[in-house]
């Protein structure tokens, strides 16, 4: 019996007008967004490979000199991007992309691609995440809100249920044909998306790239259900089609447009960020009075007197490696505590604002499914910071790397003068110190990350399919 | 087949239908007269169960209608004043869906385009989409759809009004046709012609009330214009 109304609510969607206009419309927007999308990434990812390169060779060639001076000449990392951010570039356009490592200062990614667009680019470019956020459920809506009111408006309701069948399957038949109209638009361009990462011949970032494709397209899948169960619950309540309309287009535009801008101010409002203008200044001023109040002078004092009784020696020449070097490595430790904190503030403001942002989901099916979607092609805030994360491990390792090398090969420099205590090291020395590698966080660390995302969606859900079982429980059968 | 026992149905205060007792045998056609408001669609819409009754019983085939609602709908067939079908199917796409929703997926084309046949649709028609039928093409598929359902009880209410004379007629031949085949008719209408040409029994309401039945074979047509009258005043 489903099968049968299925059939012929497919056959009839198919034929309407309808159906052609927004099908060739939502085609042609989905296909120019992965091909757009594509471009961008691939030519991206070229920039990124090729700036990787030349920082890594830039930093070997740099020619002979102090260690330490290598640290503070530095190095760029480069973040690179899996695959599927052609499909979903989340937040990449607006997050910086290369963060400079250098001796005694941590510093902010920067580089964002929206600083190098054309006004008109900020608008946001196509990509087909958000034209499936956007526009799927505007298409399900188009094709579905006549389903139930329609049918009540022409009076063939009636005959229908004169017919002696039961709502619950007239409810499924008509979920399940509007369903395969909607794939019938759908599924033949997610099928092109795959086949362009097939063919790809870019480095893979990120493991459980089928995994994640699979995981993304339940998540969209679960997402056009919740707009189908809620249209059709829509259509079954609402006198007229035209109330259908006006009031699934009301709450996707709520959904789609006011909610995802509208959540990120009221996260901001509720977890604030360190204000930007003056995070650098306030982060300088904390490590010149020292972390706990005690100036790094101060503490540097401490540190020899401390070396001198351990290796019972009189005067710091004695030591058995380059006091200064040491004493710099000593500096940039009692530096760190400052930047944790400070940076650290940053992270777990965005980390509140994020928890936040995923409760406010219960409010509106966008959110979660766009937090999933960034999540799994790993352009995310998540991802970012991880990015920054190794970016930092790997600064704290180049100059410690420096610094250890300074202090055990020029131990003979201890008794001179500052004007030549000079080690000059070449491209060997600066060798130690590995290219950067990003490493993405694995699946199940994003997944950890979202399984309030998942259980919202999935929460959206079951309550469309109640209302839609509960809207045809109690639908009228004559217009009034 | 059809049968109401001490039916009532009440909206707040105003009672729609007050104690009807009816019985409609297997090859009757009983024509309901009255007025508009007067409870001929409650009735219909009650043995349909599109409404459930304040009180009392409707039976089709002697089960009670509120309690087995699905099935007792297999016994029925159902023309409204306007048979309504989906534009965008074709007559023969229509009728093939009807049958399916009633149980029958057995027939093949060719039974689809008898049934067509059968009621007098043009032979051209069953493959343009509905569309752009007549409302009396319209009527024609409705029937075509009872026939598939091989309907026990047929319900219509005023399925002849809008139509011209003519199609009109064809109607009524078919009406006999399904009588004489066995079936059940219930037939409100305002055509007090047709009531008399086409029904064996007819009864006349008002105001939720049957106050009065007659065999059409007893009077004339002008005794049931003069019998209703006196009823409408």
Request: glycine share 8%; charged share 20%; net charge neutral.
């Amino acid at each position: 019996m489903i099968r049968i109304i299925a059939r012929k609510e497919f056959t009839e969607i198919v034929r309407d007008g309808r159906f052609m206009w927004t099908a060739a419309l939502m085609v042609l927007l989905l296909l120019t967004a992965m091909l757009a999308g594509w471009q961008r990434h691939s030519s991206y990812m070229a920039t990124q490979a090729a700036a990787q390169g030349a920082t890594n060779t830039q930093w070997l060639k740099q020619g002979d000199k102090n260690p330490h001076t290598a640290a503070h000449y530095g190095n760029y990392a480069f973040k690179p991007l899996g695959p599927l951010a052609f499909f979903d570039n989340g937040v990449t356009n607006y997050t910086g992309t290369t963060v400079f490592m250098e001796a005694h200062k941590q510093n902010f990614a920067i580089a964002s691609p929206a600083a190098d667009t054309s006004a008109i680019g900020r608008f946001g470019e196509l990509n087909g995440a958000m034209i499936l956020q956007v526009l799927m459920p505007l298409l399900v809506i188009f094709l579905g809100f006549t389903a139930f009111a329609g049918e009540r408006e022409s009076g063939t309701i009636r005959q229908v249920m004169s017919m002696g069948i039961s709502r619950l399957s007239l409810l499924w038949g008509k979920a399940l044909g509007l369903g395969s109209a909607v794939l019938m638009v759908v599924l033949p361009c997610v099928i092109i998306g795959a086949v362009f990462i097939a063919m790809t011949d870019l480095p893979m970032v990120g493991e459980g790239l089928a995994t994640r494709i699979a995981l993304l397209t339940v998540a969209y899948l679960a997402y056009a259900g919740i707009f189908l169960f809620l249209t059709l619950a829509v259509s079954a309540w609402s006198r007229s089609p035209r109330t259908a309309l006006m009031v699934l287009v009301g709450f996707w535009a709520f959904t789609a447009f006011i909610m995802p801008k509208t959540a990120a101010e009221i996260s901001k409002a509720v977890y604030p960020s360190p204000p930007y203008g003056s995070f650098m200044a306030d982060m300088k001023a904390h490590r010149a009075r020292g972390f706990d109040g005690t100036p790094p002078w101060a503490e540097l004092g401490k540190f020899q007197g401390q070396m001198m009784r351990e290796y019972r020696v009189s005067d710091v020449k004695d030591l058995p490696f380059y006091w200064t070097a040491v004493r710099m490595q000593r500096l940039e430790e009692l530096d760190q505590r400052v930047f944790d904190q400070h940076f650290g503030a940053v992270t777990a403001a965005y980390a509140g604002q994020r928890r936040f942002q995923d409760r406010l989901g219960l409010l509106a099916p966008t959110l979660p499914l766009r937090s999933i979607s960034m999540g799994l092609a790993g352009t995310d805030l998540i991802q970012q910071q991880k990015f920054q994360d190794d970016a930092e491990s790997f600064r704290e390792a180049m100059v410690e790397k420096m610094n250890g090398y300074l202090s055990r090969a020029a131990v003979s420099l201890n008794g001179v003068s500052s004007a030549s205590n000079y080690l000059v090291a070449n491209e060997d020395v600066f060798a130690i110190v590995p290219p950067f590698r990003y490493q993405p966080p694995a699946l199940a660390t994003t997944l950890a990350e979202h399984w309030m995302n998942f259980a919202v969606l999935a929460f959206w859900l079951v309550a469309a399919i109640l209302l839609a079982l509960l809207g045809v429980k109690g639908m009228a059968l004559e217009r009034d | 087949m059809l049968e109401a026992i001490d039916l009532r149905k009440s909206y707040g205060d105003h009672a729609a239908l007050e104690g009807l007792n009816l019985k409609v045998k297997a090859g009757d056609i009983y024509c309901l007269l009255g007025a508009n408001g007067a409870g001929k669609t409650t009735t219909i819409n009650l043995f349909l169960n599109f409404i459930e009754p304040t009180s009392g019983t409707a039976m089709v085939n002697g089960i009670d209608v509120t309690q087995s609602p699905l099935e007792t709908k297999r016994y029925l067939a159902y023309i409204p004043e306007q048979v309504m079908l989906y534009g965008n199917l074709t007559g023969i796409e229509n009728l093939e869906y009807f049958a399916r929703l009633g149980g029958h997926a057995e027939y093949s084309a060719a039974d689809y385009q008898s049934f067509l046949d059968r009621v007098g649709l043009q032979a051209n028609a069953a493959h343009l989409r509905v569309r752009t039928y007549s409302k009396g093409m319209r009527q024609k598929v409705g029937v075509a759809i009872a026939l598939a359902k091989q309907a026990k009880a047929l319900l219509l209410d005023e399925p002849t009004s809008g139509l011209d004379p003519k199609a009109s007629n064809e109607f009524s031949a078919l009406l006999l046709q399904l009588r004489n085949d066995g079936a059940a008719i219930l037939m409100a209408t305002h055509d007090l012609f047709r009531a008399k040409e086409t029904g064996n029994r007819i009864g006349i309401m008002k105001s939720g009330r049957l106050v009065q039945e007659l065999s059409t074979d007893e009077v004339s047509h002008a005794d049931v214009e003069r019998i209703y009258l006196e009823h409408m005043h």
